[in-house]
């Protein structure tokens, strides 16, 4: 039998100079080096290998066959290794003439059926399962043909449901706390296809403090349910729990924390100043825990907050306001406010240039005489029409900081985009990219504005 093997190697050998020429090739099967086979051919700077290699002393199945091609200067190629597997001769009109099932890992009890030989076959047959469980199992199905090959196997999920009629009710649960569930109590109820866990559980040999309690149902097929789980506290058992002292310090700074005993009681509003003397200006936490009179700490809670500086104008006025879309922020839009403004009515239209219709998130932070910038106000807008880009500044068109909202057109513009032209008084627009405008964009100068092509202009109608 022979097998045909084609590779395609362009200048394989190892190359030095221009001159050197593949003069011979030699392959052998698996790791049979010692029967290598060489063949000469004519010199030449590349070379396609398509030819015929006998394969009759290879048994069927899996084989390397391994090639490597020698220069006019005595070196060899590193090898090329390639896998094939070789098959028993047989009629090129195979049909299908049986085909064998199992499930799960049940191999030993495969199920084989021979059927009329047949180029194609559709198994439609009705399979038993009777013999399985409820639940998940892997239906597994492979086909032989008349020179008794076997197809590959082909392996499916299925879910076994109950018997059709069957009634399922609750007939016990079991619980157990964290890790313990070889301490899992297991309590039998009446029957019921609803079953509420309303009975007092006894924690007496929990210590206080965090715990999970797991629960899970069982029916009257002994099937379990999931598992539910829940976190839960412990408190400490004892009446008349006050609160003594609350704790308190800023940002990390644990080690200086300061405590306050209070006269005890079970409510407590902290109402006193608090100094933040020794704070720098800017954000900080502040963190909170109360104890009780069995010596329990509270949860810690922490709650931001701003130490501005002392107040450097008597009459505070915002100064400036910057705003930008969506995640934008690397290119802010900054407008300086002249006279100052308290407070502060924002309502002239917002350019959405460059910006793409749909809906985008557009933010603000405004500025004030101190130098202080407030925090960060959001909300969404709907922009309907197609993106506009205007130029506004003084210098060449690939500067974006030129354009509304430092955003510059693509180079090639097309559909119902445009472009306006219009720097800053005694400014000038410079051309200084290949810019394309296609059918259905529109270029306008605004009047009185001077704009500069140091190359040429093409209009194409």
């Known amino acids: 039998m022979r097998i045909i093997l084609i590779f395609l190697l362009a200048i394989v050998g190892l190359q030095i100079n221009a001159q050197n020429k593949i003069n011979s090739y030699q392959y052998w099967f698996d790791g049979q080096y010692n ?85 194609s076959f559709n198994l439609t047959n009705n399979i038993g399962t009777n013999n399985l469980l409820s639940g998940l199992h892997v239906f597994h199905v492979r086909f032989k043909d008349n020179n008794n090959k076997w197809s590959s196997t082909l392996s499916q999920f299925f879910y076994k449901t109950p018997n059709a009629g069957s009634s399922f009710n609750i007939t016990a649960y079991q619980y157990w706390f964290d890790d313990n569930f070889a301490g899992a109590v297991q309590q039998n109820t009446s029957p019921g296809s609803v079953y509420t866990l ?40 004892g009446t008349n729990n006050n609160l003594t002292k609350f704790q308190y310090w800023f940002d990390q700074n644990f080690t200086g924390a300061i405590q306050q005993n209070i006269t005890p009681s079970a409510i407590y509003n902290l109402s006193d100043q608090i100094s933040a003397a020794s704070l720098l200006e800017g954000l900080h936490a502040i963190s909170l825990r109360f104890m009780d009179n069995s010596g329990k700490w509270s949860s810690t809670l922490t709650q931001f ?6 107040a450097a104008v008597a009459d505070n006025k915002i100064a400036a306001y910057r705003y930008w879309f969506d995640d934008r922020d690397s290119i802010m839009n900054l407008v300086t406010l002249a006279p100052f403004m308290n407070p502060l009515i924002l309502n002239q239209p917002i350019a959405a240039d460059g910006i793409d219709s749909g809906e985008h998130v557009i933010h603000f932070q405004f500025k004030d005489l101190n130098g202080k910038w407030s925090m960060v106000t959001s909300d969404t807008a709907t922009i309907i029409a197609k993106a506009t880009y205007t130029f506004n500044g003084n210098g060449n068109w690939s500067n974006a900081i030129n354009w509304v909202n430092k955003i510059k057109p693509p180079l090639i513009v097309t559909g119902t985009y445009k472009i306006f032209i219009d720097p800053i008084p005694g400014g000038q627009c410079i051309l200084d990219v290949c810019q394309q405008i296609t059918t259905g964009a529109t270029f306008t100068v605004r009047s009185g504005k001077t704009f500069v092509i140091p190359g040429n202009l093409n209009i194409d109608q």
Not at 51 to 65: A, D, I, K, P, Y
Not at 199 to 224: C, E, I, Q, Y
Not at 305 to 310: G, N, R, T, V
Request: charged share 10%; hydrophobic share 35%.
């Open 305 to 310: 907050f701003y130490k501005e500086m002392p």
């Open 198 to 237: 309303s009975s007092p559980l006894n924690t007496a040999s929990l210590l206080s403090g965090l715990h999970v309690f797991h629960v899970r149902f069982k029916d009257n097929d002994n099937k379990w349910s999931s598992t539910l789980s829940q976190f839960f506290y412990k408190a400490t058992s």
């Open 35 to 119: 029967n290598a086979v060489s063949q000469s051919i004519t010199p030449t700077a590349n070379y396609t290998l398509a030819t015929q290699v006998n394969t009759n002393v290879l048994l069927n199945g899996l084989h390397v066959f391994n090639v490597r091609f020698k220069d006019d200067s005595s070196r060899f190629s590193s090898t090329l290794s390639s896998f094939f597997y070789k098959v028993s001769p047989f009629s090129n009109n195979a049909i299908i003439n049986t085909y064998q099932y199992w499930f799960d890992d049940n191999f030993v009890n495969a199920n084989t059926t021979a059927v009329a030989g047949s180029n």
